[in-house]
Structure formats: structure tokens, C-alpha cells
């Protein structure tokens, strides 16, 4: 059986890696870490796991990145998918969108860029025990 997934999603490179090495260091092979630089990305990442019966559980995702902010992202990946835990972070969202990320998304927490590895990786841990 396949492990559960975090997906991490965010236009740049830089972020995406450093997310990437603090999971592992926190979580090891618990789970499988995936990585997208788009939302479109992301969503053709969701529905190729969701054909194979994989499960992603949560999702890190950037609010500012070009094509589709994070809010509507988040919105779109919990319309299909509800169950997947969603945490927005960023440097530059607007109020409004994180609040229509909780209100629409069911945002589990929004940390703002640049984050602690120690607020992240407690918030993925209080996420993943509900």
C-alpha cells in the first residue's frame, strides 16, 4: 500500500525544497512528499493520485502564484476533495482571501512567509491528529 502524500505547492523553486527537506526531517518515510510549481500542476497531481488510489492528506500551499491565487486553489481541491487537510502560506495575501480560504476551503491555518519550521511542522502535526 502506498503511503499518504503531503503536497507542497508554490511558484518557487527555493520554497518548495526547503518545505520538502523540513518534512522529511520532521516526518521521515511516513509519508511520500510531492511537490508542485503551479496550481495547475497540482490539480493534474491530485487527479493522477486520486486514479491510482493514492491519498493525499494534506496540502501547503502559496497564496500569490501566477494563473490561480492559493484561496481559489484550496477552494477547488476542497470542493472535489474535503477530506484533504489545507494550510495556506504566504507573505502577501489579502485578508479577504484567507478569509474565504476558511470560509470556502475549510483552511485548517494560514502562516505567513517567511514561516518557522517549528510553527510548521506543529500546525502539519495538530492537522494530521484531528
Known amino acids: 500500500m502506498s503511503k499518504p502524500i503531503i503536497l507542497c505547492v508554490d511558484d518557487e523553486k ?6 520538502k527537506t523540513q518534512l522529511k526531517s520532521a516526518f521521515g518515510n511516513a509519508y511520500t512528499y510531492e511537490i508542485a510549481e503551479s496550481p495547475a500542476d497540482a490539480l493534474e497531481l491530485i487527479d493522477e493520485f486520486n486514479d491510482d488510489e493514492i491519498s ?3 496540502i501547503v500551499s502559496d497564496w500569490l502564484m501566477p494563473g490561480m491565487k ?3 486553489f484550496l ?3 476542497h470542493q472535489r476533495f474535503p477530506k484533504i487537510v489545507k494550510i495556506m502560506l504566504t507573505g502577501q495575501a ?3 482571501a484567507v478569509k474565504r480560504a ?3 476551503a475549510n483552511l485548517h491555518r494560514c502562516l505567513l512567509k517567511p514561516w518557522s519550521e517549528i ?3 506543529e ?3 495538530t492537522a494530521l491528529s484531528l
Request: glycine content about 4%.
Open 75 to 77: 477552494i477547488m481541491v
Open 102 to 104: 476558511f470560509d470556502e
Open 70 to 72: 492559493g484561496d481559489e
Open 56 to 58: 493525499i492528506i494534506l
Open 94 to 96: 489579502d485578508e479577504e
Open 14 to 19: 527555493v520554497v518548495l525544497q526547503s518545505l
Open 119 to 121: 510553527e510548521l511542522i
Open 123 to 125: 500546525t502539519i502535526k
